[in-house]
Structures are given as C-alpha cells and as structure tokens.
C-alpha cells in the first residue's frame, strides 16, 4: 500500500517508520523541510507540498495525519479536499476533539477515520494502540497500516462510527490522568513520611507482581532512577491539559460523575502559577488567626 503522511514529528516519523518497515510506500510531508529530510533519510519519498504529496498519492489516495490538534488538521485538510475523491481515506490520528472530528467526516468527500494513539513516542519499537472510529470499509481497507502502525491486529479496532475513536481516546486520557495523580499522591506521602524510603526500590518491587504494576508505574521507577528519590529540579508544573478538559466537559454533559479525573486535572491548573486563592487564604489565616503569612 502506498500511504500518505503529513506531520512528522515524534508522532508522525513513527508512523513513517513502522509503516515504512511493514513493506509499504510512504509519501511524507510536514511543513518544516527538515522533518521531511529526516523520513527520507528513513525510507520515505519526501514531498515539498502538499499538491506534491496529493499528486505523488494518485488515485486511491490513503492519507495520514499526524499534526497537532485543531488549526492545522483543518488547514492541511482545507488544502486536500479539492482532490480528495470518495474512494479515498484520510486518519487523523492525533489528539482532535470528537465532535470536530464528526464536522469534518461531514465535510469530505473522501472517508474520514478519527484515530485515538495511545503509547506516545515509546511506542516507536513496540508499535501504539489505535482506537478508530469511522466508515468500516475504509478501516477494513487500511487494516494492513493499522496492523504496522499498532502493536500488532490486537492493537487496533474499529470502536464505531465517526467521532468513537478519538471519543475512547479522549476518555483515555482522562483516565490517564488519574492514574498518574494516585501514583503522584501515593509517592508524595512515601517521600514525606514516617521511613526514609528510596523511591525506585519501591517502584520496582510494586512492578514485579503488585496489584498497581503497570506501565506508568515503570515509568514513575525510570523518573526516580534517572532523576533521584527527590526527583531534583523537577518542578511541580504540569503543562498539557486540553484532553482532560475535554473529558470532564463531555462528562457534564452526560451527567456522569468523574471526581477523580476533575481533581486530577485541576491540581494541573492549580500548578501552574501562584494561585490567587491560596494567596488569600495564606492572608486571611492571619486575619483571624494571627498566623504567619507566608511571602516569597
Ligand atoms: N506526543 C505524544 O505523546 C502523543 C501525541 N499525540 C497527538 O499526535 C499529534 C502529533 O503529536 P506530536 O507528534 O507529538 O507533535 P509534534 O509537535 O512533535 O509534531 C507535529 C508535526 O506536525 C507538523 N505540522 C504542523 N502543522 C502542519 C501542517 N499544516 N502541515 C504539515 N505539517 C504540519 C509540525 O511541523 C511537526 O513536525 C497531536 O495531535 C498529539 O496530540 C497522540 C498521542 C501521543
Ligand atoms: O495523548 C497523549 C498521551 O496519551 C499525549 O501525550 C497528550 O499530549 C497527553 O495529554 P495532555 O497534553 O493533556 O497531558
């Protein structure tokens, strides 16, 4: 199969590669000229335009999108439409909120697969988890891509019509987050407690057969490794945030009570700058209090 591939960053050379690994032709193309010199380097056929890639595709064209969320997929798809036809497939297999990726199922004329990529750019070797959603005949159609892109066909199904996958993704990141707040809790109280603990032990004796063994676990025991117990200078900001966002908003919507992921998204705000809440509170227990006000 011949694929097209538009973002090629450290999601999209990825695919480029496990694509191009798989026996497939890929066509590449990112609007920064040294990511198209780097999937030629790895066995792709660079394109300088977008016009390049679509008439380098010919007919049938199969189109993978790996760009950031929003703007750009709809730019990049903005620019394909005028040659897409209904034979042909376009996969967004970033991170897009489901309802624009229903909007723009309904303004193609080519078969439009939302694509949920769960495994980030450590799934290079051992291939990602793709949650699609779309037209049948066109995820049947790209099986043999979804099969090299994925960790295998295991790693991939079609979870229903357009807007599932990147709906199952959404709701997976949500879930994402909690997880990685209840390790966050559960280390934070190891780290300030009653015994002087060393961290990557801990870690590494709960990832050989505890109950809470699990792939980020093995990355909390890499952090502790390579940054120290203490964890350094790592400082206590998280960025990124949107796809939890969205999964609380969906989750009002619906009526569905999600404390843990709100909570978890929320300490990400609170991390990010000096609360003005806080700031009162520290002020007023003086005011009633006559206790210390804290001050930078
Ligand atoms: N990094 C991660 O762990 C994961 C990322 N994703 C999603 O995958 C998508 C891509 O993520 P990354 O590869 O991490 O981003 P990245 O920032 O590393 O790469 C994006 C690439 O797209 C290119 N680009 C931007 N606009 C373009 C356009 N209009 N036409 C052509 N190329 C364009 C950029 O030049 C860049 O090379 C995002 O939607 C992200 O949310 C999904 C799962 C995991
Ligand atoms: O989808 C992912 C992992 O599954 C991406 O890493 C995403 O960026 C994580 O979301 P956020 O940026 O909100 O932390």
């Given at each position: 199969m011949e694929l097209g591939v538009i973002g090629l960053g450290r999601m999209g050379q990825i695919v480029v590669d496990r694509v191009c690994s798989a026996g497939h032709d890929v066509v590449a193309f990112d609007v920064d000229e040294a990511a198209v010199e780097r999937a030629e380097a790895t066995g792709a056929s660079g394109a300088d335009s977008l016009a390049a890639m679509t008439d380098q595709l010919g007919a049938e064209k199969r189109i993978w999108l790996m760009v950031p969320a929003g703007d750009p997929v709809d730019a990049a798809l903005d620019e394909l439409e005028p040659s897409l036809d209904t034979h042909d497939i376009v996969v967004?297999?970033?991170?897009?909120h489901f309802e624009d990726s229903v909007r723009r199922a309904d303004g193609t004329e080519a078969a439009y697969l939302d694509c949920g990529t769960s495994?980030?750019?450590?799934?290079?070797?051992?291939g990602f988890s793709l949650m699609v959603g779309g037209p049948a005949w066109a995820y049947e159609e790209l099986e043999p891509v979804f099969d090299a892109v994925a960790?295998?066909?295991?790693g991939h199904d079609r979870m229903g019509e357009s807007g599932a996958g990147h709906y199952v993704k959404m709701v997976h990141n949500g879930v994402e987050y909690a997880l990685m707040q209840a390790y966050g809790e559960g280390f934070e109280l190891l780290q300030e407690g009653r015994y002087d603990l060393d961290l990557e032990s801990v870690a590494k004796t709960w990832n050989n057969?505890?109950?809470?063994?699990?792939w980020l676990l093995e990355l909390c025991e890499e952090a502790f490794r390579e940054e120290g117990g203490d964890l350094g200078?790592?400082?206590?900001h998280v960025a990124g945030g949107s796809t939890g966002t969205w999964t609380v908003q969906e989750a009002l919507e619906q009526g569905v009570p999600l404390p843990l992921i709100y909570q978890s998204l929320a300490e990400r705000f609170a991390s990010r700058n000096d609360r003005f809440s806080r700031r009162l509170v520290n002020r007023l227990r003086y005011g009633f209090g006559r206790h210390e006000v804290r001050r930078t």
């Open positions: 967004d297999g970033g991170n897009s495994g980030g750019p450590a799934g290079a070797e051992l960790t295998g066909p295991q057969g505890a109950v809470i063994r699990s200078d790592v400082a206590d």
